[in-house]
Every structure is written in C-alpha cells, then in structure tokens.
C-alpha cells in the first residue's frame, strides 16, 4: 500500500521560514520524481518544486531563491525548505510522488493529503 504523508506546516510571520517533510512508503523512492505541489482558496493547483531521483531540481519562478527542494533516498523523504515566506505563500501544500519512467508514470502517481501553510502577522 502506497502513502506519502506531508508534515510540518503551520504558522509562520512574513519573512520568516518553515521545512516541510513528506514521507513516502510502499513505492521504490528513489526510482521517483518528487514534487511540492501548492493550492491557494479557489486557485488551481500548481507545481512548486520537483527533484528528480538523481537531484536535479526546477522551481517555480515565485520560489526561486526562497525555497530549496531535498530528498533523502535512505530515509525515503523529500523535503521543501522555505524561507522569507511571503502571504502570497499561504495554501495548502501537497507532496506528489511519481515515477521517473514516462511509460508507466500515469499509473505511478501519487499524492499526499496535504498540509496548510498560513504566512500571516
């Protein structure tokens, strides 16, 4: 049975910062691309960050320079670190598993049930 389950969100001030964890099991992690997908009140929901199994990483431009994407194949976990957090940041942010091989990554792909991140004074 495959789970990945985020952790770490919460509270935080504007220009203050926050790590996020998220958990993967029941999959072949580092055979994966992983990603940080987020979701704002009404708003679509849009990629983040994403790292390949061999640690090549692509951002969105609204994070770059802020946030820094990680992953850690031995404890199976991908990690976002955000820092100079800005209101706009604010939503629910969702960890997506899905496999590096394009000819069965529809069928590997899985996603987390999220966790919030308010960015508020």
């Known amino acids: 049975q495959v789970q990945v389950v985020e952790s770490g969100g919460g509270l935080v001030q504007p220009g203050g910062s926050l790590r996020l964890s998220c958990a993967a099991s029941?999959?072949?992690?580092?055979?994966?691309?992983m990603g940080w997908y987020r979701q704002a009140p009404g708003k679509q929901r849009d990629l983040v960050a994403v790292?390949?199994?061999?640690?090549?990483?692509n951002y969105a431009d609204s994070v770059k320079d802020r946030f820094t994407i990680s992953r850690d194949n031995a404890k199976n976990t991908v990690y976002l670190q955000m820092s100079t957090l800005k209101p706009e940041d604010t939503a629910v942010y969702y960890c997506?598993?899905?496999?590096?091989?394009?000819?069965?990554?529809?069928?590997?792909?899985?996603w987390g049930q999220g966790t919030q991140v308010t960015v508020s004074s």
């Open positions: 997506n598993a899905k496999h590096s091989w394009v000819s069965i990554a529809a069928n590997h792909d899985y």
């Open positions: 029941g999959i072949s992690f580092s055979m994966f691309n």
């Open positions: 790292i390949t199994p061999d640690g090549r990483t």
